[in-house]
């Protein structure tokens, strides 16, 4: 890899590139300007491949922007996840329970002390939501594009460009790009086969151009691979195109793209006192069902099986898995008004239909009470009692088990407009963003035949009618944001860039289905009406100065917020609220989440004389940041695992506030040999304590680390080049983190160690093969064994930890005709 700072005519930023194999030229794109403050198209090469040498340009950049290339993406696993291919970047933990980084009930991303919630991403401009778990208004980057067919990613760690489209990026934004299609015809294909049945086949052709400028590209895949720990499969199908046309007045771009995966869901294991036993994973059973009954139910029905009885919250559920289906597609045209005036127009749609599956035990988790409230026993029986117990087993299909969905629904269509123009020494640009989003969710409850076991691959909805309809929520939104920004040169090596923008959200709820009463913990009902916020002035200002050939300087302040999230009966939303009575309380009373950024820095890059070291690229920044209004789910019961939703307050606590310091540098041995390391130390504090309860009772905060952000970083690439042959070495530390609110556990920090060797194989001029590659990558080399995701515990005492996966090898053969 390679840190490249472009320092000509006041442009730069800094890119986190595979450094090339032979030198060559690099040229700015030829493609529409590149907006003020935001990256440029990648450089191509002969053919539509992008460089290995991509220079990330604009015309001022006051931010630390940092970027990965398609082509790194692929070294570091081909398929993987563009967000974890971000792991590499400076300030960046990206953690889950997989190796491709793909399953998305375990994510965890902190980037400087902020979580998923609190970043803004987008595909080619597309917003792609807060990356919620339970979806709501957005997708993955890994369902909105192939990971081969991916540009670059780049990241603005600190402050995102004032034109993001995106309601939640308070502490930088994630914006992936797709390649275009190739300038010339060709076909790629590519085969990955590795550890736990691992299988991804993928293909993709490039038409050329087909006249008058105009190009395209359509690729699929097909992946499939086994969980480690469980027969569970994760897999699915994906294909995606894209077509350009250039004219003499601009560009027109229309991409689309189709999504339907399966992945299976690790459970956490709960670390509490209380938990004797606590075990590196919690594996499921599926299909094994005649374990399950056995373990359940000791093959009498509740006469107490030991095992399931000892594991306590860290018991074995029969399968869970989530289910997605997505359709996305924009079209955008670059329009050239004159010699330096440009409007670019984008509109775009996208539907997602989902469910969230769990088959366990009805004994877990408050279910016996939940059910009670639907199927009530006799007058002054227990919901726990052994009678009681039988007869839900018989209602349920016999088996003592129970299957569980939450059923999406998700339509967003949208537009955004952006207008730049070059007056003097002056660029400006003027944007607007207008989204309306309709979305669902339905909880629904169903049997689980002992005669006829479901399956966690199928929905089941195409089996039976559910017995129980838990609630039905359906929200509308209407989001619209505005943007103005002016980058003055005010002398050739002095840049001044100020703006602002307006953002306003729009959202209401209906709900079809009511819960019962007390059947969600602590509730009475979901919220019905609506909840508005508006934010007309959010001000952003940065410098830019070329203090040499080879140094620059930059430093920005920018002001962001978080908008009230919107999901029904889960997360940090308003919607989600237990009663009528919180809910207008929460309006009246409660603040969006607003964070002050502020950042500076030096970048470098220098061509040395110093024996073998040939070159330095460097950056080095300080960011602090004042994070305002903190919201926190102040939830009515302690039970971490409960498959139960409970109805939670959400409230203001109080603040955060963030030091710290990234530091990446590449050395460069000739063109042989690199060594990328980044360095990074982050200290966030939360500023104040709350109060929990009708007792009010202080929890004591302040003063403690934001859990689950470690406090140290390190990332090292040494990547060593032949004339056919390329050798990469990745170590990542994580150091330790907080597991509590209140500091009073954390876990250990670790290191991992992944691999990959790659031989280019001679083809024959007249052969139909024009490339043939062949990989090997091996990840977690020294299987080692720690906490990946933390679920931070709401108490002090008690936390959940997802665990990293075990070493496992890949083997890919890629072809190109």
């Known amino acids: 890899m390679k840190i490249v700072t472009l320092l000509a005519g006041g442009t730069a930023a800094l890119a986190l590139v595979p450094a090339p194999a032979t030198a060559q030229s690099v040229l700015p794109t030829a493609s529409a300007p590149a907006p003020a403050a935001a990256p440029a198209a990648p450089v191509e090469a002969e053919g539509g491949e992008a460089s290995s040498d991509i220079v990330v340009t604009g015309t001022t950049v006051t931010r630390s922007v940092t970027q990965i290339s398609g082509a790194e993406i692929q070294a570091i696993l081909p398929g993987t996840s563009p967000l974890k291919a971000l792991q590499t970047l400076p300030g960046v933990t990206y ?20 979580n998923a919630q609190q970043l803004g991403y987008t595909l080619d401009g597309v917003p792609l939501g ?16 192939i990971s081969e067919d991916v540009g670059r990613v780049v990241l603005a760690s600190g402050a995102g460009d004032l034109g993001t489209a995106s309601t939640s990026n308070l502490g930088g934004t994630i914006d992936t790009f797709s390649s275009d299609p190739r300038r010339d015809f060709g076909v790629t294909v590519q085969q990955v086969v590795g550890s736990y049945d691992a299988v991804r086949s993928y293909a993709r052709i490039d038409s050329g151009d087909i006249g008058q400028n105009t190009r395209l590209y359509a690729s699929g895949v097909r992946h499939r691979a086994r969980a480690w720990d469980f027969n569970g499969k994760q897999g699915g199908w994906q294909a995606d195109a894209k077509l350009v046309h250039d004219d003499a007045a601009g560009k027109l771009t229309a991409y689309f793209a189709y999504s339907d995966k399966t992945e299976p869901n690790e459970d956490a294991t709960v670390v509490a006192a209380n938990q004797a036993y606590q075990p590196y994973t919690r594996p499921f059973l599926y ?110 299909g016999g088996s003592g088990i129970a299957t569980r969905t939450t ?71 209407e989001v619209i944001q505005a943007h103005l920004q002016d980058a003055w040169r005010i002398l050739p090596t002095l840049t001044l860039q100020a703006g602002f923008k307006s953002t306003f ?27 508005n916020t508006d934010k007309g002035f959010l001000p952003q200002v940065g410098l830019l100065w070329d203090a040499t050939g080879h140094e620059q300087l930059f430093a920005n302040a920018q002001q962001n917020i978080r908008q009230f999230q919107t999901s029904a009966a889960a997360g940090l939303s308003p919607f989600a609220l237990g009663s009528q009575t919180l809910f207008d309380f929460f309006k009246a009373n409660t603040k969006p989440e607003t964070s002050w950024t502020y950042e500076g820095g030096i970048r470098t890059r220098r061509t040395l004389d110093a024996g073998p070291l040939t070159g330095i690229e460097a950056q080095v920044s300080y960011y602090h940041v004042d994070f305002s209004n903190r919201l926190l789910a102040i939830s009515p019961t302690t039970t971490i695992t409960a498959i139960v939703s409970g109805a939670p307050i959400i409230a203001n606590v109080g603040d955060v506030r963030t030091d710290g310091i990234d530091a990446a540098a590449t050395l460069r041995f000739g063109d042989a040999f690199t060594l990328y390391n980044a360095l990074s130390y982050n200290n966030s504090r939360y500023a104040d304590d709350y109060r929990v309860g009708s007792a009010q009772t202080v929890v004591p905060t302040a003063g403690k680390k934001v859990p689950g952000s470690p406090d140290w970083l390190n990332k090292t690439v040494a990547t060593l080049r032949g004339d056919a042959i390329e050798v990469q070495l990745i170590g990542d530390y994580i150091g330790r983190r907080y597991a509590t609110y209140t500091n009073d556990l954390k876990v250990p920090g670790y290191f991992t160690l992944s691999g990959r060797i790659a031989f280019d194989l001679p083809v024959s001029g007249e052969g139909l093969a024009k490339a043939l590659t062949v990989s090997l990558n091996v990840t977690n080399i020294t299987d080692k064994k720690a906490a990946s995701t933390l679920s931070v515990g709401a108490a002090s005492g008690t936390y959940n930890f997802f665990p990293v996966p075990p070493r496992q090898v890949f083997a890919t053969i890629r072809a190109g005709f």
């Open 95 to 114: 953690l889950t329970a997989d190796p491709w980084g793909m399953n998305e009930q375990n994510i965890s991303l902190f980037i400087h002390g902020f």
């Open 130 to 145: 807060d990356q919620q778990y339970g979806n709501y208004n957005g997708l993955s980057p890994q369902r909105a594009i």
């Open 287 to 396: 299909p094994n069902v005649q374990q399950a009954l056995a373990y359940y139910n000791n093959r009498v029905p509740y006469n107490g099986a030991a095992s399931y009885a000892a594991a306590g919250s860290n018991y074995s559920n029969y399968y869970s898995d989530a289910q997605r289906t997505d359709y996305l597609g924009y079209a955008k045209y670059d329009w050239t008004v004159a010699n330096a005036v440009t409007w670019s127009n984008q509109i775009y749609f996208h539907h997602n239909d989902g469910v969230g599956v769990v088959a366990g035990p009805i004994t877990a988790a408050g279910l016996p009470l939940l059910f009670s409230f639907y199927y009530p026993g006799a007058a002054g029986s227990s919901p726990t009692s052994a009678a009681n117990l039988a007869r839900l087993s018989t209602i349920f």
């Open 407 to 477: 059923e999406y629904r998700i339509d967003r269509v949208g537009g955004i407009s952006t207008l730049r123009a070059e007056i003097g020494n002056h660029q400006i640009e003027l944007g607007g963003w207008y989204e309306h989003q309709s979305s669902s969710a339905y909880r629904r409850w169903y049997a689980f035949d002992v005669n006829a076991p479901s399956s966690p691959y199928a929905r089941p909805l195409d089996q039976a009618r559910p017995l129980i309809t838990q609630y039905g929520s359906e929200i509308r939104v």
């Open 505 to 531: 959200q729009r959202a209401r709820q209906t709900v079809a289905v009511q819960p019962i009463p007390g059947s969600f913990t602590g509730s009475r009902e979901l919220p019905v009406g609506r909840i």
